[in-house]
């Protein structure tokens, strides 16, 4: 069992190299984990800077007390894969994100596409960006990484676009795509973006729109995957495939 991830805003420890994890993520490493002397752990803050520590004892029920002797940082993985995401309805949305941070896509734009049910407006757009921005963070806890997904605002059409033209690898997942997305020649550096339409599927003028971009359909197999999930499965051959699962 790998040591558990808590997500800090900085590696100041103190003399002897002794750091107190306190606030929520002390309470759940000492309430909920209770972790005990000689355990592992590891701290991050979410942006590649970590350390591992191994835990000295705790105080009351919030307060663990680590040893920390140096943090050390993970670079950014190359090719950095953006999934752009259509707005799924309900909870899928998190769903979403919770299983694309777990295969490792590094950042996760939500698109208001034509054909989503739902779109995000007002307060309730605030909060359910806070919603995927919190379970990118818990997920990334969950699957130990120590550099969580960027979740961008939401972005229009006509911004969608601007990210595929300055990529270097553009695709959408639409079931025109007459070449497999397992085939495409991707780079070995750069940018990967990939766009999943909403359940609806991308309609005929954002298609074109993005092509106009410099991006290609393609398709992933011969089933239809819902949107939730299309993202996840397109985002796990990118990756074997370019090489960062190796």
Excluded: N
Aim: hydrophobic share 45%; proline share 4%; with cysteine.
């Amino acid at each position: 069992m790998t040591a558990p991830v808590f997500v800090v805003e900085h590696f100041d420890a103190g003399g002897g190299g002794r750091y107190v994890l306190d606030g929520p993520e002390g309470r759940h490493a000492v309430s909920v984990k209770r972790l005990r002397a000689g355990e592992d752990v590891v701290l991050t803050d979410g942006a590649g800077r970590w350390a591992d520590c191994v835990v000295l004892g705790t105080e009351g029920k919030d307060r663990l007390i680590l040893q920390l002797d140096s943090w050390s940082e993970e670079p950014a993985e190359e090719p950095r894969v953006t999934v752009v995401q259509a707005l799924p309805k309900g909870d899928r949305g998190e769903l979403a994100v919770e299983t694309m941070t777990e295969v490792g896509v590094d950042a996760i734009v939500p698109w208001a596409a034509a054909r989503c049910i739902t779109q995000w407006k007002g307060d309730r757009g605030v909060k359910a960006l806070g919603k995927w921005r919190a379970t990118a963070r818990e997920a990334g806890k969950q699957s130990r990484r120590v550099r969580f997904p960027e979740v961008a605002q939401a972005a229009t059409t006509k911004q969608v676009a601007a990210l595929l033209a300055g990529a270097d690898f553009a695709a959408v997942l639409h079931e025109s795509g007459e070449a497999p997305l397992a085939t495409a020649e991707l780079p070995a550096t750069g940018d990967i973006v990939l766009v999943v339409g909403p359940e609806g599927g991308v309609a005929p003028e954002e298609l074109a729109l993005f092509e106009e971009a410099g991006a290609q359909a393609y398709r992933l197999g011969r089933s239809v995957l819902r949107t939730s999930t299309a993202g996840t499965a397109a985002a796990a051959v990118l990756l074997a495939r370019t090489g960062r699962w190796s």
